[in-house]
């Protein structure tokens, strides 16, 4: 469970992040090409990646996340201009519904009456964190806003079912894999950010390059955290999926509520009890298992 707090602490940073660079006005693309650059130089200092049986790497896999990775971040940052930044964090976290599908439909993992009540606990937990009252923007958001939402719920539990293929990928090192992932959204990254300077819509800027920096960091935890945890879990992926998401969720209310004195509602906080209860139910399924089979 600790490799599961650490990506939660590492994926709420990512967040709040992008929302201090939107604040201060950051080239939020290349903040995010260069977080794949210090992202590289980490896994390769700290793993030493070894480059053998690579014929065997799933390569199709590497390209998609290499591709989705940075697109979705793109993706993400868009969504926080055109619908808002609670918009999209519920996006994000209702991604988790593809990824606890996979595990019982792809994954093989065993269904049972513990899982269900907690995986039913997630979806009514998230709902009750939905700030349902807001504002009305001053401006009419395009019609498209909603499409930003959906491509950013589907692309986040792709990204987390690929990342578990990678998890259990055994004859590749995943540190290996992890590098190669990097490698690719950097390279492709970078082409992008190319473009625009050449073009000049945009220009190199070492504050920009430097909060990229720090956000790789984070960025680099947030994914590493979340295959050490897909390993140590191998049996139990909805666990790992729904506690990663409600985890998020909850801390991020706690850091919203402190640091940017955001506003819980009563329906809020009945959410956020409700997540601890899931996550409680989720990671000693077995447990409750057995209580509900002794008492039925």
């Not at 991604?95 to 595990?103: C, E, G, H, R, W």
């Amino acid at each position: 469970m600790i490799y599961i707090f650490l990506s939660i602490c590492c994926c709420v940073t990512v967040s709040v992040l992008l929302k201090l660079a939107k604040r201060y006005q950051v080239d939020v693309y290349q903040a995010i090409t260069w977080n794949y650059s210090v992202a590289i130089l980490l896994t390769w200092i700290f793993f030493k990646p070894h480059f053998i049986h690579l014929q065997d790497a799933p390569i199709v896999t590497y390209l998609s996340l290499g591709i989705l990775l940075p697109l979705l971040f793109v993706i993400i940052a868009g969504s926080v201009r055109i619908t808002g930044i609670v918009r999209t964090d519920v996006a994000q976290r209702l991604s988790l519904f593809i990824p606890v599908l996979a595990a019982f439909l792809v994954f093989g993992e065993t269904l049972n009456g513990a899982k269900i009540v907690g995986i039913c606990i997630v979806f009514i937990s998230i709902v009750c964190l939905i700030p349902w009252k807001q504002r009305r923007a001053v401006r009419r958001k395009p019609a498209h806003a909603w499409f930003y939402l959906l491509v950013i719920l589907v692309g986040m539990g792709v990204i987390d079912v690929l990342l578990k293929v990678i998890a259990r990928f055994s004859q590749v090192p995943f540190t290996t894999s992890l590098f190669f992932i990097f490698l690719l959204a950097f390279i492709i990254s970078l082409i992008g950010l190319t473009y625009l300077v050449v073009t000049k819509k945009t220009r190199f800027s070492w504050p920009h390059i430097v909060i990229g920096w720090i956000l790789g960091i984070a960025n680099f935890g947030n994914i590493f955290f979340n295959i050490k945890a897909h390993q140590a879990l191998a049996n139990n992926p909805s666990t790992v999926f729904s506690t990663m998401n409600i985890g998020v969720i909850v801390l991020g209310s706690l850091v919203g509520l402190v640091i940017f004195k955001e506003k819980l509602s009563r329906l809020n906080l009945i959410g956020i009890v409700l997540a601890i209860v899931a996550i409680v139910v989720l990671s000693y399924s077995g447990f409750f298992e057995n209580i509900i089979t002794s008492v039925f």
